[in-house]
C-alpha cells in the first residue's frame, strides 16, 4: 500500500515523481536544499530566484538499475531531482513564503549508445522516492517511511496517482 505524499499529475511524463513539500521561506530552502542533495550525492547544476520563482535542478546522477527496471531489460538509469518554490502570498515571520514542490526525473537505457527512455516508474522506483519526500513526519507518511532525511516542515499532499 502506498502511504506517502507523492503523486504524479497526469500532464507529467509517467516517469516522473511529484510531491508537494509544503510551504517554507526563500532562507530555509537556501539552507536546507544544498545540504539533503549533497547528503544524497547529487550534484547542483542550477540554482536561482528570480521575483517570486525559486528553482533547483541537479545534474542527471548515474544509478544502478534497480531490480525490476533490470528485469525489463533496462542496464543503465539516471535520475536528476528539481525543487521549485513558488511565492504563496502568505507572509512567515516578516518573510514571503513559498509553497514548495520536489520532482525527481528518471530515465532509463537498454545500451551504452541507445536513447534514454522515459519509462513509468516501477513499483521499486517508485517507493525508493517516496520515503525520500517525507522530510518530516506526518499523517501522511507511513512509520516505515523513514530516510535519515533532516527534518523540514511540510503541510503534505493528495495520495499517490499511478
Known amino acids: 500500500m502506498r502511504t506517502c ?24 530552502l537556501a539552507e536546507h536544499v544544498p545540504r539533503i542533495l549533497n547528503k544524497y ?13 525559486i ?17 525489463l531489460g533496462y542496464l543503465d538509469a539516471n535520475t536528476r531531482i528539481i525543487i521549485e518554490g513558488q511565492e504563496s502570498g502568505i507572509p512567515l515571520w516578516e518573510q514571503r513564503r513559498y509553497g514548495v514542490r520536489f520532482r525527481a526525473e528518471n ?8 536513447p534514454w527512455e522515459e519509462p513509468a516508474l516501477t513499483e521499486m522506483r517508485y517507493s525508493g522516492l517516496c520515503p525520500s519526500t517525507c522530510f518530516a513526519r506526518s499523517s501522511r507518511c507511513s512509520s516505515s517511511s523513514r ?13 499517490p496517482v499511478r
Open 147 to 159: 530516510c535519515g532525511t533532516p527534518s523540514v516542515h511540510h503541510s503534505g499532499a493528495g495520495s
Open 55 to 71: 528553482h533547483y535542478e541537479t545534474e542527471w546522477r548515474w544509478r544502478t538499475p534497480l531490480p525490476d527496471e533490470w528485469a
Open 5 to 28: 505524499a507523492g503523486t504524479r499529475s497526469d500532464s507529467e511524463a509517467e516517469g516522473i515523481y511529484v510531491a508537494d513539500l509544503g510551504r517554507t521561506t526563500a532562507g530555509a
Open 107 to 114: 530515465r532509463l537505457g537498454r545500451a551504452a549508445d541507445a
Open 41 to 53: 550525492r547529487y550534484d547542483m547544476y542550477r540554482a536561482e530566484q528570480k521575483g517570486d520563482y
